[in-house]
């Protein structure tokens, strides 16, 4: 430093180590230049010593700190970043592992986000920033699909801030893969679908074993009518082909209960058409129930999903109730997703008629449960009562919780009530009302949007 020093040069900020008297160790930084008189002529050095060893230890601690958040930060299972001018101020490496893309990419003129959303959910999106610019209220959790840069497809669930930071407003989100998840309830959705469908089983089994078997009856009728009329044909054919005669047809025809015949084949054909036919309506509501269809919203005919639920689920009710239908005959197609709506509509039908059941057991009286379909506004309302047991006060608010039943093992799970909460408020941003009185009954009123994928859930249980 000296030597520099001698050659009339400059330091600054040059980093020493000091040692205290108490033995301690300073780290200190030294500055120093050569001083000349007015003709040029060396006269002394100046130098400035400044002790760095607070400095140090506290730019160390930042750094440390700021190493822990950046690895706690990539240790999360959430992708999250920070947005601001449209540039990526911090990102971690699960949202890059999201993407599918490498860090450098972020600062590629081509990296924009909005070209990750999928084509789908794209309006959706704008929507909500739409509102945001207009300082209306969105719910601050929304799930999309998103499209990674190799083409695959997540579902994600997005939590989207805003914050002050450096001055400016900052974009900041998390972005959670829910592709695993959603797959996973999707499983579970169809298997209680299945189970729904395997509780019924008999009694679908029975509904269509009855006309079955006046068919087959019939059937075995019309066979034995033939075999005692072959005379009477091969008779009147051999009249046709003249080599018959009249008084060997008369013979033949009186052989047997012509008058019988003429009135009972015709109601026997009568009855065997409207046999094929119920077993036909059955199977038909039986495939509609059961046919996964894509999670997806479209337009619904109510009346016909609710008139095939009530079809196969009927082995569970006409034992103990009669069902009556009040629909509105101009109602419009429902946006849904018809798949989970065939399972609220079952779960409401069976859970009524269990109530029914408990309240009328053993007295020989049948129960009533009516649905009505019509619309309220920007609403499609399907209202489903029955006269059954109803309620206690104490237990209403609890009946949407998952495995909460107040029935016996083995009639229910607890389930019920709970997939039709999540369908209604969680799926279709719609509403669910209860009312009931103990040993009077209880009615559910389903309130659907007109337009769900728009819709903001503003129900509470």
Known sequence: MLLWLKQGKKIYGYDTQWKRKDGTIAEMQESA??????????????????DMTE???????????????????????????LLIDNKFELVNNKFLDLLEIEKEYLKSKDFKLFNYI???????????????????????VYEFTLVTKTGKKKEVE????????????ATQGVLRDITEKRSMETEIRHAQKMEAIGTLAAGIAHEINTPSQYVSDNLSFLQEVYNEMKDVLFTAQQIAKGNGSVEELKKAVNKIDMDF????????????IEGIKRISKIVGAMREFSHERPNEFV?????????????????????VADVETRYDEN????KCLQSDMNQVIVNMIVNAAHAIEEKFENTGEKGLIVIETKQEGDFIVIVIEDNGAGIPEEIINRIYDPFF???????????????????????????????????????????LPLDPEKGENKNGK
């Open 33 to 50: 230049w050569q001083i000349y008189d007015l003709e040029g002529n060396f006269v002394y050095y100046e130098a400035i010593v400044e």
């Open 55 to 81: 400095h140090n230890q506290f730019m160390q601690m930042l750094q440390e700190s700021e190493n822990k958040y950046r690895t706690l930060l990539d240790k999360l299972n959430d992708a999250v970043y």
């Open 118 to 140: 999928a084509p789908e959910s794209r309006k959706e999106v704008l929507e909500r920033q739409r509102k945001l610019k207009n300082n209306e209220k969105v719910n601050p």
């Open 158 to 169: 997005a939590s989207v801030g805003y914050i002050n930071y450096k001055g400016k407003i």
């Open 261 to 272: 015949l003429l009135d009972e084949i015709p109601n026997a054909i009568d009855q065997s």
């Open 299 to 319: 337009n619904v005919d109510l009346k016909k999903l609710i008139d095939n639920t009530i079809i196969i689920s009927k082995n569970a009710w006409k034992y």
């Open 331 to 334: 109602l419009p197609p429902v």
């Open 405 to 447: 039943t107040t029935k016996e093992v083995g009639k229910g799970t607890g389930q019920g009530l709970a997939i039709v909460y999540d369908i209604i408020i969680n799926k279709h941003f719609g509403q669910l009302d209860v009312e009931s009185e103990p040993g009077v009954g209880t009615k559910f009123t389903i309130r």
